[in-house]
């Protein structure tokens, strides 16, 4: 928070998170890129949450190759993610960069939060360019009337490893005056390739520096985040349960089992006939 208390700012280096994404699902550059980024916002907006429990899910619903991209983070950053299509793969743009916005295509982005109240909070705004770090800045500024600063950056590797993920988020507030926006915004410029900052080896710290130099600033927060799956047998079960009763058993006549496959952490559950269709009796 700078000490005039105009503005707040947080920083994320993601690389380990996009690491263990890549781990699972065996995107290729492209699809690294864009779920990287995808997720490394996510696990911003997750950490702006207030309460235990608070979710957030961020979703690009885009007509382009790498089809419906998703992250979930929670109240404390952790995050989770998948995408349509994980080998998405397309020709480079000229300047030599991953082609993210041809790959998400145009359509929508959605927000929902989860805050603990009946009804989760539902933002859908319209996918701007598909670069992700402007689709959120425009989320910010149309449905939560938050001036927002934003950058976002994903470096793959030749071994198609991530080399360096992360992300800066400035965010001004109410009352924030011109002195601060200026210089803010000169500084951002810093900012513009973020993850070759986290490559060149600079720390969270440095890189705050960079966006708030000549601004005075107090650091209230360290939290370590990391590719969180909740997945458990009990919510899979009740997925499976919820398909209902004829089409389970039409399922059932072809197999013995049911196989689920998370598509966040990948791991597998198994569901047995005699026991799906014993706790379908249960219930009814
Ligand atoms: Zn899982």
Same mark, same amino acid.
């Given at each position: 928070?700078?000490r ?10 993601s ?5 263990k ?12 890129a ?12 997750g ?9 957030i899910t =961020? ?7 790498a089809?419906?991209?998703?992250a979930? &983070? ?22 030599g960069? =991953? ?27 319209e ?10 800045? &425009? ?10 600063? =934003?950058?976002l ?9 991530c080399k &360096?993920?992360?992300g800066v988020?400035?965010?001004?507030m ?9 210089? =803010?915004?000169?500084? &951002?410029?810093a ?8 490559s ?6 440095e ?10 600033y ?6 370590d ?9 009990e919510?899979?079960e ?19 089992k ?8 990948d791991?597998?559950y ?15």
């Open positions: 928070m700078t005039c208390g105009q503005a707040r700012i947080m920083v994320i280096n690389t380990d998170i996009v690491n994404m890549i781990s699972y699902h065996h995107t290729t550059p492209t699809a690294s864009v779920l990287g980024r995808v997720m490394t916002g996510a696990s911003l907006m950490c702006m949450l207030k309460d235990k429990g608070n979710s =961020l979703t690009f619903r885009g007509d382009g190759p089809g419906m991209v998703m979930v &983070a929670d109240y404390k950053g952790n995050v989770k993610g998948c995408i349509q299509n994980p080998g998405v793969d397309i020709p480079l743009k000229p300047n960069k =991953l082609d993210v916005s041809g790959a998400i295509g145009g359509g929508v982005m959605q927000v929902v939060k989860d805050i603990g109240l009946n009804e989760p909070y539902i933002g859908i705004s996918i701007r360019s598909g670069e992700v770090a402007e689709d959120i800045t &425009a989320y910010f500024a149309e449905s939560e009337q938050v001036p927002t600063l =934003l950058a950056g994903v470096l793959v590797d030749t071994d198609l490893s &360096a993920a992360g988020i400035i965010q001004l109410p009352g924030a005056g011109d002195e601060i926006i200026e210089k =803010l915004e000169k500084n &951002a410029m900012l513009s390739n973020v993850s070759k900052l986290f060149d080896g600079l720390s969270n710290e890189i705050l520096d960079l966006a708030m130099t000549g601004i005075e107090d650091l209230f927060d360290e939290i985040v990391g590719y969180v799956c909740d997945c458990s047998v919510r899979t009740r997925a499976v349960i919820s398909i209902g009763r004829k089409e389970l058993e039409e399922i059932y006549k072809t197999q013995e049911i196989e689920v496959t998370c598509r966040f952490c791991k597998k198994y569901f047995e006939k005699d026991y799906i269709l014993g706790r379908i009796e249960d219930d009814e």
